[in-house]
């Protein structure tokens, strides 16, 4: 192993679809650092000083600039792929980068387009855990899968993508490296489904955090939108983004907010804002400290308890007056 080599990778089904597919295609030896999937700034686990080789997946280049501009000062490298704000992003000689924030796009797909298709259901597996269900559907459709095949890779990604939400580790599952690892040894999806133990113990826990939903109301709602608050819980921790997911995509045309509880006090928001919204999750986000993503789904890492109402009004002011 190059002990300057490193992949860092968000924690959930994106990144982990994104790497694997990488990985398959330009094998390599390298540290992996990953986390939860609000664990956006991991070029800071790069030890200081050393002129690393750096792969970095799925995460928010703004968010990581400092981190980059110190690989860079070291001497490293730095190979970027993202679908994430990169506002800040610069030209270096050892810096390259492929990221590309137009909605319909995730990190797997980018990475489907680096490699030339080779491990496209991988690819498919990327959106629809990040919520990208019609060009998944679409991709899966070209590739000839029927309906129950392309609802396995559904779930898959749904699985990959719900273990990723936590406020720590501890919340998780499986640790995302360690899910790395065991998915790493499968080139195919569905031998993946058939064969890991890991998939079924997402399955199982999956299936047993949902019922503490069966109970669940909105906070606030109207035509327009959605608020829950969820209970600090390790269970509500994990759904959160779930929970938003599936809001979002069962109201096509409403927004939702998904905010839970954190241990240390505060919250987490998850956001998703509806395609007739001209404004999107990241612009109300970030007028939040920690508060970043993408126009579709955003969030923010941890809300005080003082910003609560103004974070609820602040959602349906945004909502309303950017419905179309």
């Known amino acids: 192993m190059n002990d300057h080599a490193y992949d860092l990778f968000n924690g959930d089904a994106d990144g982990i679809c994104a790497l694997h597919q990488l990985r398959m295609a330009e094998p390599r030896e390298a540290t992996l650092v990953t986390g939860v999937k609000r664990d956006i700034e991991l070029l800071r686990h790069l030890p200081a000083g050393e002129a690393a080789d750096a792969t970095v997946l799925d995460l ?9 501009r110190r690989v860079l000062d070291a001497g490293g490298r730095v190979h970027y792929i993202d679908h994430h704000a990169a506002h800040n992003l610069f030209e270096h000689p050892r810096l390259t980068s492929l990221i590309d924030t137009s909605k319909g796009v995730c990190s797997a797909l980018l990475v489907d387009q680096h490699v030339g298709g080779r491990f496209r259901d991988w690819a498919i597996v990327g959106a629809f855990g990040d919520n ?56 195919s999806p569905f031998d993946f489904i058939d064969h890991a133990p890991e998939y079924g113990h997402l399955a199982e826990g999956y299936e047993l955090d949902r019922r503490g939903l069966a109970s669940l109301r909105p906070y606030r709602q109207d035509d327009t939108g959605e608020l829950y608050l969820l209970p600090g819980e390790p269970w509500a921790r994990r759904l959160a983004g779930t929970l938003a997911n599936q809001r979002a995509a069962l109201y096509a045309r409403k927004s939702i ?27 109300l986000c970030r007028r939040y400290p920690g508060g970043n993503g993408r126009s579709a789904a955003a969030g923010v890492d941890q809300l005080p308890d003082s910003a609560l109402d103004g974070f609820i009004a602040d959602f349906f002011l945004h909502i309303k007056g950017d419905h179309k």
Do not use: K
Not at 60 to 68: H, I, K, M
Not at 141 to 154: I, M, N, S, Y
């Open 132 to 187: 990208l269900l019609g060009v998944a559907g679409a991709l899966a459709q070209q590739r000839g899968h029927d309906e129950p095949a392309t609802a396995c890779l559904g779930r898959l990604g749904l699985l990959l993508n719900y273990n990723a939400y936590g406020e720590t580790a501890e919340d998780l599952h499986l640790h995302p490296r360690v899910l790395y690892e065991a998915l790493h040894e499968f080139e």
């Open 257 to 283: 907010a998904v905010l839970t509880s954190r241990t240390d006090g505060g919250y987490l928001a998850s956001v998703r804002v509806a395609a007739n919204c001209t404004a999107g999750a990241d612009v």
């Open 60 to 68: 928010c280049f703004d968010r990581n600039e400092t981190g980059v």
